[in-house]
C-alpha cells in the first residue's frame, strides 16, 4: 500500500481513505512513480495472457467496468508511447486505483501491486501486445472495443420462394 500510495500528493491521506474504506477509490497522479497504458479489454485480456506464460515480471495491472485493461510502466512511456488503441496516461493525467487488495469489483486489480515497485517493462509489453494481436486476429476474439463482439445483425429468414432481379432498364 505503501509504493502505490507514493504517488499520492498526500500518502498518509490516500492510506487513510482505503482503510476506512477498502472498496473504495482514490485519483492518484500518473507521471511521478509510474505511467499506465490503457487497452481495450479485448486486446488487454489477450496481452496479460501472453505476458502471463513468459519468465518476466509484470508490474501492477488495473481493470475496470468500462472493458479497459491498465498496464503499470516506468513514468515517461506515456509521452513516448505509439500504438493505435492504447490511451497513455502519463504526467498530467490521473487514475482511479482501488485499494490494493481489490481483485473485484468496479475498478480491481488483475495484478495487484506487490509492494516493491515493480512496473511491467514497456518493450516487453509492446511485444506481447503484438503477440495478443496476432492471436487474437487468428482466433477472431477479443479485439474489439470494449471487449466484446460486435452483435451480429439479425439475419432475415430466407423466403422459400425465388426473389425477383432487378427490374430490366428500358431505352426510352
Do not use: K, N, Q, Y
Amino acid at each position: 500500500m505503501a509504493w502505490l500510495s507514493a504517488a499520492a500528493a498526500e500518502p498518509r491521506a490516500c492510506r487513510r481513505a482505503w482503510e476506512r474504506d477498502p472498496l473504495g477509490v482514490v485519483l492518484l497522479p500518473a507521471g511521478r512513480r509510474w505511467d499506465v497504458l490503457v487497452l481495450p479489454a479485448g486486446i488487454g485480456h489477450a496481452t496479460l495472457e501472453v505476458l502471463s506464460g513468459v519468465a518476466v515480471p509484470t508490474g501492477p495491472v488495473l481493470a475496470d467496468r468500462d472493458a479497459r485493461v491498465g498496464f503499470f510502466v516506468p513514468p515517461g512511456t506515456a509521452g513516448r508511447w505509439v500504438g493505435t488503441g492504447v490511451r497513455p496516461a502519463g504526467r498530467g493525467s490521473w487514475i482511479v486505483v482501488p485499494h490494493p487488495g481489490r481483485i473485484s469489483g468496479g475498478v480491481h486489480w488483475l495484478v495487484p501491486p506487490d509492494g516493491s515497485g515493480l512496473l511491467t517493462d514497456p518493450g516487453v509489453l509492446e511485444l506481447a501486445m503484438h503477440e495478443a494481436a496476432a492471436r487474437v486476429r487468428i482466433t477472431g476474439l477479443g479485439a474489439w472495443a470494449g471487449g466484446a463482439r460486435p452483435r451480429a445483425e439479425p439475419r432475415p429468414e430466407p423466403s422459400p420462394e425465388p426473389r425477383p432481379g432487378p427490374e430490366p432498364e428500358t431505352e426510352g
